[in-house]
């Protein structure tokens, strides 16, 4: 059957690679499938790229195949593959934080939109396509996975007033999107806390920015520019970063305050 796609994608990288390794652990498609839990017929059609694979299909290859990963991490590249480019670098050093300590000065942050404010959002840069703003939608709804994945990070999201305040796209678009964050902060691994606009100036207001903890420690952090975020991993830098984190944290609400205020807001909106 002739296979679809570029030979270079990281699709066709995958399916190659779980040839090889099924053919060198010498097994079946019918007999991975069994071991996998998958059908037969699954196990073909990501073969033969015309179908992706999903995480649980990654996965369940690496433990039939005894590959420590290798599958599961050539998935999350092959996600990655619409994202912008300058992107890619920090989504993977995202998936192996432990803790993430996000400050978000005007929007929402990625992890915590919805489809309709994101796609809202995307649909404003300059003679971006319709299938680019899919694109870009589609690793974004991806990337927030690692909240809900077995061992999420704890993750802490300082946001200013101005981020519940500001509409984006529709009154419906932004209830939906505060309701979201309500539900999101129910969770025992994050935390939602709201830079109130009486704080008046101070240094959060230069930028958002997200910090990547391994151990206790920052190893990573992106940073927000236009036209394009980098990913940062230079030890002063982070710390420099770190410093500011908590002195804008200094002048937050508490967790169950900064709450209310989202809640007057969805009220407001009503």
């Known amino acids: 059957m002739k296979e679809t796609g570029s030979p270079q994608s990281p699709h066709a990288f995958f399916a190659a690679e779980l040839r090889r390794h099924r053919e060198a652990a010498r097994l079946s498609q019918r007999a991975l499938a069994s071991r996998m839990g ?3 017929s699954l196990v073909a059609m ?3 790229l015309r179908r992706p694979p999903t995480d649980d299909f990654a996965k369940a290859c690496d433990r039939a195949l005894n590959l420590d ?5 050539l998935y ?12 890619r670098p920090w989504l993977d050093e995202e998936e192996d934080a432990e803790a993430l300590r996000s400050w978000e000065p005007n929007l929402v942050p990625g992890l915590l939109q919805t489809e309709a404010y994101a796609r809202a959002m995307f649909s404003t840069a300059p003679a971006i396509t319709s299938e680019e703003v899919e694109d870009r939608l589609a690793s974004r709804m991806r990337r927030q996975s690692i909240l809900h994945r077995y061992k999420p990070p704890m993750v802490t999201f300082l946001m200013d007033e101005a981020v ?4 984006v796209g529709s009154a419906e678009i932004m209830r939906e999107q505060m309701m979201l964050l309500l539900e999101i902060a129910e969770r025992s691994n994050v935390t939602i806390q709201i830079v109130p606009y009486d704080t008046g100036e101070h240094c959060g207001l230069a930028g958002g920015f997200i910090i990547a903890e391994r151990n206790g420690a920052a190893y990573a ?3 927000d520019a236009q036209p394009n975020g980098r990913t940062i991993q230079h030890r002063q830098i982070l710390a420099e970063l770190s410093a ?6 200094a002048g937050v609400l508490p967790f169950k305050q ?3 205020l989202i809640e007057e807001v969805v009220n407001q909106s009503g």
């Open 38 to 40: 998958f059908s037969e």
């Open 258 to 260: 900064s709450l209310r």
């Open 221 to 223: 952090a992106y940073t």
């Open 164 to 167: 519940i305040r500001r509409r």
């Open 244 to 249: 500011r984190y908590d002195t804008i944290r």
């Open 76 to 87: 999350v590249a092959m996600a990655w593959d619409k994202a912008v480019a300058h992107l």
């Open 46 to 48: 990501v073969e033969t």
């Open 69 to 73: 990963g290798t599958m599961t991490r």
